[in-house]
């Protein structure tokens, strides 16, 4: 089977990248972060460029597409709403076409930002109210892909994290790409941080939610799936969680309400997922957050020290 990985230089599309190589010829777009793909094509490309991306899988004819490109900064969408629209909805929308027109599955990433928070746990049925003009845009791709293709996945992750060499971070700065490998490198620097106590989620990790991906293009599912970790926590207990696996000063971490941070864009209080659909459809399980932490820490401790 032929992929096309649209966001191939990002956090989750490297992780795809590395993971279809040996099952699938692999293809990938980049924007600023060229993903290391040994012997296989990679493609500078935008996907607001319409017609960049419709030549592209008309030459390519990947039989699926897997979309994890978007603008993901919150508060920055909030205040550049013409930019992610153009980003998450209507780059969307020209991958959404051109797979329809050209016979490929797509795969879209969306995220449980489409959800107000209020309730929680939410299943794939529940009603979907965002908060934010980010969740807003993903909504609206969401129903892009839904309208446009016969043959999708819309996937719904939550606080998406990895461990990232230092050649897959923010070229720009060196920062890492995810909140489990900034909180590390905060700790094992000995600096002291404030997390959010009231703020919950189902933190997923990039290296599980690729290996559901690619189960997902090889199946026949379609439809929208919750992808994401299976333990609920808030962001103050993931922290903890993090710096108990690393054998960091648990003290460094102050807990602080939301009300304190003064966020730009609002969030969804409680945006955890219910994965019992993709694990039912899938005969799988998704990992704990212990089970997701062992797996992040073998791959630290066997890469570069921070």
């Keep these: 089977m032929k992929l096309l990985v649209i ?51 008309e030459k390519l004819k990947p039989d699926t597409v897997v979309d994890t490109a978007a603008l993901h900064n919150v508060d920055y969408c909030e205040t550049h709403k013409d930019e992610a629209w153009s980003a998450n909805v209507e ?70 994290y990895s461990y990232t060499p230092s050649s897959q971070r923010e070229s720009s700065s060196g920062k890492p790409l995810n909140f489990a490998m900034w909180l590390t490198q905060i700790l094992s620097n000995k600096k002291s941080v404030n997390i959010v106590t009231d703020q ?22 379609t439809g929208i799936y919750h992808t994401a970790g299976r333990t609920r926590l808030s962001r103050y207990g993931f922290a903890l969680k993090i710096a108990q696996k690393f054998n960091l000063d648990e003290r460094l971490i102050t807990p602080i309400a939301t009300s304190q941070l003064k966020q730009v864009a609002k969030r969804p209080m409680d945006s955890s997922l219910n994965v019992e659909k993709i694990e039912k459809d899938l005969d799988l399980r998704m990992p704990t957050i212990d089970e997701a932490l062992d797996r992040f820490n073998i791959q630290f401790l066997s890469g570069e020290n921070l």
């Design 7 to 57: 966001g191939g230089g990002g956090q989750l599309g490297t992780k795809i990248v590395e993971q279809a190589k040996d099952r699938f010829k692999v293809y990938a777009t980049y924007l600023t972060r060229n993903p290391p793909l040994n012997g296989s094509k990679i493609f500078q490309i935008d996907k607001t460029n319409r017609k960049g991306i419709l030549t592209l899988i």
């Design 91 to 160: 780059g969307t929308r020209n991958a959404a076409e051109a797979c329809e027109k050209y016979g490929a599955k797509m795969i879209f990433i969306s995220t449980d930002y489409v959800f107000d928070g209020v309730k929680g746990y939410y299943l794939e049925s529940d009603t979907v109210n965002p908060v934010n003009y980010y969740g807003f845009t993903k909504l609206k791709a969401e129903e892009v892909v839904a309208q446009t293709c016969n043959n999708y996945v819309i996937a719904r992750p939550s606080v998406i």
């Design 200 to 221: 919950y989620s189902s933190p997923t990790l990039a290296d599980s939610l690729a290996e559901i991906l690619l189960k997902l293009a090889e199946s026949g599912r």
